[in-house]
């Protein structure tokens, strides 16, 4: 029996604000159970120096979780970095394989990922927020003109997944993401082609039937993810 009575191959119950931050030009607020995410975009007029002179443009993140967030103890912003670099990155990398690059000119979108309430898959809830955020800081260049044409190649979103007292579990809280004896974190595109995959035996090795049904587990959820964000986006009944 998993902590909150949730099926195996169950999402913790998903919701997507839109628009929370009055002067962002794109932001989400998502709640994926008792895990909370604000994500926020913002658009530099700079790209990094590799790309200067190029007119391509660039996607990147910022993550952090809020030092009270996960509750119990304290956790201070500076003994997060490890953690969060790692976590920034797979944002990022995500992001970017939704978009055209070449579409944005020689501007930065940035998104800033804050975990205001912490109870496992903060990641993943991170990906899938933040690509709501975007999908409106470009809905709302295009129309101010700020690109030409639409740069979205496809949603994305991700899921974890992962075994724990032998079973295989989808979206694991944190009672069941700190005994997990794998864990997994799945990105896809609505296209149904991954972007990232992440395993982790935590305890011990695992054999391949073990990852096929893992990785089926976080395709199924990312699936219905995006079906989320496409319905609060408006573009799915």
Not at 14 to 30: E, F, T
Not at 187 to 213: H, P, S, W, Y
């Amino acid at each position: 029996m998993r902590p909150d009575n949730r099926a195996h191959n169950e999402l913790r119950p998903v919701v997507i604000h839109r628009d929370v931050v009055k002067r962002a030009v794109g932001s989400a607020l998502i709640e994926l159970g008792d895990t909370h995410v604000l994500c926020t975009a913002s658009v530099l007029a700079q790209v990094p120096a590799w790309f200067k002179d190029t007119r391509r443009g660039w996607i990147t993140a910022e993550y952090r979780m809020l030092p009270a967030c996960a509750g119990g103890e304290r956790i201070p912003r500076d003994s997060q970095r490890g953690r969060v670099f790692e976590i920034q990155r797979l944002i990022g990398r995500s992001l970017r394989a939704t978009v055209e690059m070449t579409l944005l000119g020689g501007r930065t979108i940035w998104i800033d990922c804050d975990v205001i309430q912490a109870d496992g898959g903060t990641r993943c809830a991170s990906v899938t927020g933040a690509f709501v955020a975007l999908h409106d800081a470009l809905t709302r260049m295009k129309t101010d003109g700020s690109i030409a044409q639409w740069p979205v190649l496809g949603f994305c979103a991700a899921a974890s997944a992962g075994l724990v007292d032998g079973e295989a579990r989808l979206d694991l809280c944190y009672a069941e993401d700190v005994v997990a004896e794998v864990d997994l974190n799945v990105v896809m595109r609505d296209d149904d082609r991954f972007i990232e995959i992440q395993g982790t035996g935590e305890n011990d090795c695992f054999d391949k039937a073990t990852l096929d049904t893992l990785i089926e587990l976080g395709r199924v959820g990312a699936n219905q993810l995006i079906k989320e964000q496409k319905k609060v986006l408006g573009l799915e009944p």
